[in-house]
């Protein structure tokens, strides 16, 4: 739809942000409302970014989703961050107004919403859960699980010391195994997550001996490029229900487009035709 002299405006600041599926996402979301607003891509080097925030607030921005490499410099650039934020270090949206800068994380949000519509049976109390990976994402995931009080969060990571750290930083009942252990690891779980980029398109995939993984366990990754991951095939083809990774991205989305344009969106099976068909 056309604009008018008072759209409403957000955008995806990063370096590089032409890959980022959120111009599309939040496009959608704007013409099915038929809201008079724009999303758009704000490619910034880093030397720039804290001005180029500043700006973006001066210039009447609603706010922005932060991408890589900006999630830790925005937490610094922010004056207010949410607990959700801080905990992970990293902000992913920011709301603008009156000149302030107010950050959160919607990674965990994002994460547990999309397993709760992927898979309504999962009991997050029941069983304890496996995340592999001890990256940004991972951290994510663990404080979510963490909050939706699953009983034991074993984290498997090829560098130790970075599980360790997620373990130290966000505490709660998180075990740390070693890599060698990740197939031992899958006994009596009821959610197993990759939360590494193996199996992404271009990486190899996450080598991981399913035998111990109880038939009942729910299996997701957080990658979505291929949204049938090489893990998800294996899982899917002995009988587990899998949960791909798209969703994540898509509702993650959703408080920030509801902070900006006032509209609470929905993730609907034609949303994820519209971002996939690209
Ligand atoms: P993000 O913030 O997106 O999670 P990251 O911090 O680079 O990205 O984390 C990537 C994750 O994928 C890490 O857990 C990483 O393991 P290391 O901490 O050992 O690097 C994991 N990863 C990437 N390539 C891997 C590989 N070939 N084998 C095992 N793990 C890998």
């Known amino acids: 739809m056309t604009l008018s002299g008072r759209a409403k405006l957000a955008g995806v600041i990063g370096w590089p942000v032409e890959h980022s599926r959120s111009p599309r996402l939040h496009g959608y979301w704007l013409q099915h409302h038929q809201i008079d607003g724009a999303y758009v891509p704000l490619p910034v080097r880093s030397e720039a970014f804290e001005r180029a925030l500043r700006s973006l607030a001066d210039l009447g921005f609603r706010g922005v989703n932060v991408t890589v490499p900006y999630k830790e410099a925005a937490l610094a650039a922010c004056d207010e961050v949410e607990e959700s934020g ?41 069983a304890p859960a496996v995340v592999i990976g001890a990256g940004g994402a991972a951290r994510a995931v663990v404080a979510a699980l963490i909050d939706a009080e699953v009983p034991e969060i074993r984290v498997v990571n090829r560098t130790r010391p970075r599980a360790d750290a997620v373990a130290k930083d966000l505490g709660g009942p998180v075990r740390v195994l070693d890599w060698p252990q990740r197939g031992r690891a899958l006994s009596e779980a009821g959610l197993l997550v990759n939360a590494t980029s193996l199996g992404m398109t271009g990486q190899p995939p996450l080598e991981l001996d399913l035998a111990d993984l109880p038939m009942t366990a729910m299996v997701n990754d957080i990658v979505y490029a291929p949204l049938e991951t090489p893990l998800l095939a294996r899982a899917r083809a002995r009988g587990n229900l899998v ?36």
């Open 86 to 126: 801080r905990r992970l270090g990293a902000v992913n949206t920011i709301v603008m107004g009156n000149g302030q800068l107010r950050g959160f994380n919607s990674d965990g949000f994002g994460f547990i919403e999309n397993l709760r519509r992927g898979g309504p049976g999962w009991q997050a109390k029941e």
């Open 243 to 278: 949960v791909d990774g798209l969703g994540m991205l898509l509702h993650q989305a959703r408080p920030g487009f509801a902070a900006w344009f006032g509209i609470e969106p929905e993730v609907t099976a034609e949303l994820r035709r519209f971002v996939l068909a690209d």
